[in-house]
């Protein structure tokens, strides 16, 4: 039986403006494999 692939690690990133975005860090993040 094959290994099954590991999934995506997940994170939590907390904004301190409604407005704001995760910006360069989120998209770091999103290319290391985070989801």
């Not at 094959?2 to 770091?28: A, D, Y």
């Amino acid at each position: 039986m094959p290994p099954r692939p590991r999934p995506r690690p997940k994170i939590l990133i907390v904004l301190h403006q409604e407005t704001s975005s995760p910006g360069r860090v989120g998209h770091m993040l999103l290319e290391e494999g985070f989801d």
